[in-house]
């Protein structure tokens, strides 16, 4: 089956540690996003990437790390910098990077504690 | 990419017709109405988009008044797992790479 996968579904780790978030997609997608997620609030973009080796910040980039070495990947780090990390995590992906609709993976809820 | 207002929350009777509301007055010509559903603790899931005319799937129906300032999502025959956020982001092609959603429209379906 194509889609998006991310894993895992839950993560915790401790303060001050650097966390790599998982987001893989077989759909053959140019593009893939990085989104946060805060209860009872919308969605805020971190980066996305239109072609593999490259990336772009979003809104919210500062403390947060990502690479598109590949088509199919496209990781994302939460580093000790970020103030707030604790969110839920969405990874999504389209065809191009300009208008089409993007399709999400089912989300990573990372805990810091 | 317009500004979109929806209510916060709306209750529907399951197997009726529930219609989600959206304005976007501010609407640019070149701008279509995209529709996403996210259900609690999943990732968004694309519905239905349009520019000017009506949209129907098998999803869903996109209904866009004339003066594309507002719009409407209808879900024919409302199910208890239609319950979940629907948001309502309106955007231009070629000018950027991310949806802009906002806090949505809580749907609950009542049985």
């Known amino acids: 089956d194509g889609g998006i996968t991310q894993s895992p579904k839950y993560l915790f780790r401790k303060e001050g540690q650097n966390v790599t978030l998982s987001c893989e997609q077989n759909?053959?997608?140019?593009?893939m996003y990085w989104y946060r997620q805060d209860p009872g609030q919308g969605l805020r973009l971190i980066y996305y990437?239109?072609?593999?080796?490259?990336?772009q910040k979003g809104d919210i980039a500062e403390g947060y790390s990502v690479s598109r070495e590949k088509k199919e990947s496209f990781p994302l780090t939460v580093t000790s910098a970020q103030k707030n990390p604790t969110a839920f995590y969405l990874c999504?992906?389209?065809?191009?990077?300009?208008?089409?609709?993007?399709?999400f993976g089912p989300g990573t809820r990372l805990t810091v504690l | 990419d317009a500004k979109t207002t929806q209510p916060t929350s709306m209750d529907c009777a399951e197997g009726r017709a529930a219609n989600l509301p959206c304005n976007h007055s501010?609407?640019?010509?070149?701008?279509?109405v995209y529709w996403y559903r996210q259900i609690h603790s999943q990732g968004p899931q694309y519905i239905i988009h349009?520019?000017?005319n009506n949209e129907t799937n098998e999803m869903a129906s996109l209904i866009i008044t004339e003066d594309r300032k507002s719009s409407t999502l209808i879900l024919p025959h409302a199910t208890l797992r239609d319950t979940a956020v629907y948001y309502c982001?309106?955007?231009?092609?070629?000018?950027?790479?991310?949806?802009?959603f906002g806090t949505g429209t809580s749907l609950t379906v009542i049985p």
């Open positions: 999504a992906s389209s065809i191009g990077g300009n208008g089409n609709e993007q399709f």
């Open positions: 759909l053959n997608h140019d593009a």
């Open positions: 990437s239109q072609i593999v080796n490259d990336f």
């Open positions: 501010t609407i640019s010509g070149n701008e279509y």
């Open positions: 349009g520019l000017k």
């Open positions: 982001i309106v955007r231009a092609p070629n000018t950027g790479n991310q949806f802009y």
